[in-house]
């Protein structure tokens, strides 16, 4: 049976989305609900969506092939992202052994939180993952996020194990949280994992959030500067800050 998937957007070329040159897919929907979204249109759940009115569309995999195979030969792989691209977990399944079928390079842009049994059956279609990792208590994280962060620690210690994290990003919003305590927390844990692994410190800001964020501040260069210090000092040896 042909599957189809809710297609928020397709950008053919992308810097910024994992290593090189990169094809990005973004999937409808999201299981979480960030204060901080800087994409809240993604959020929707596809069955609650007016297909009528949204620019979300409905391709099978091979829709999406057939697009990919015309850029083949001037892209390093794919990162499929979203949203959350696990919310569709049954199209995601087929169209990464589709893409690995095919000879793609293939990268999940994740929040981390599918069910563990899924996670690991996901994984040996994938070759990296790149993890958002918003706030390390889970009080917290349910506070700017809506849900749990449970599963999402579990996966990323399995997908560590396994060498398969590309990057854990953690945006910095001043005023919600305390990001002293959290990117220490983060750091630690991470480095507790692998001090090699790539932390990425992303810089808050106000383009396309949703109204109750527009009045905060970005975090000042220093104030990202001293994070990266905390970050150094607990033992991760690749931290970035953008
Ligand atoms: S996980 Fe990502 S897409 Fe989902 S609400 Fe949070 S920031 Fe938005």
Do not use: W
Request: glycine share 4%; proline share 2%; hydrophobic share 35%.
């Amino acid at each position: 049976m042909i599957k189809y998937g809710y297609i928020r957007k397709i950008i053919y070329f992308s810097a910024i989305d994992g290593p090189g040159n990169r094809t990005v897919i973004f999937l409808q929907g999201c299981n979480f609900n960030c204060l901080s979204c800087h994409n809240p249109e993604t959020i929707p759940i596809f069955n609650n969506l007016n297909m009528e009115n949204t620019e979300v569309q409905l391709m099978s995999v091979y829709d999406i092939l057939k697009v990919l195979d015309k850029n083949k030969s001037f892209i390093r792989g794919v990162t499929i992202s979203g949203g959350e691209c696990t919310v569709q977990f049954e199209f995601l399944l087929d169209l990464v052994m589709n893409l690995k079928k095919h000879g793609y390079e293939v990268y999940l842009d994740t929040n981390g939180s599918l069910e563990i049994s899924k996670f690991q059956q996901m994984l040996h279609f994938v070759d990296k993952i790149i993890f958002d990792l918003k706030v390390f208590e889970e009080k917290e994280h349910i506070k700017l996020t809506g849900a749990s962060n449970r599963k999402v620690k579990r996966n990323i210690k399995i997908a560590a194990v396994s060498h398969q994290i590309y990057e854990i990003r953690t945006v910095v919003i001043p005023k919600f949280i305390d990001n002293y305590k959290n990117v220490d927390k983060i750091s630690k844990f991470i480095a507790s994992l692998d001090k090699n692994i790539q932390y990425k410190l992303t810089t808050y800001r106000q383009q396309g959030v949703r109204e109750n964020l527009l009045k905060t501040n970005s975090p000042s260069k220093k104030q990202m500067s001293n994070l990266k210090e905390i970050c150094n000092n607990n033992g991760l040896l690749n931290v970035i800050v953008n």
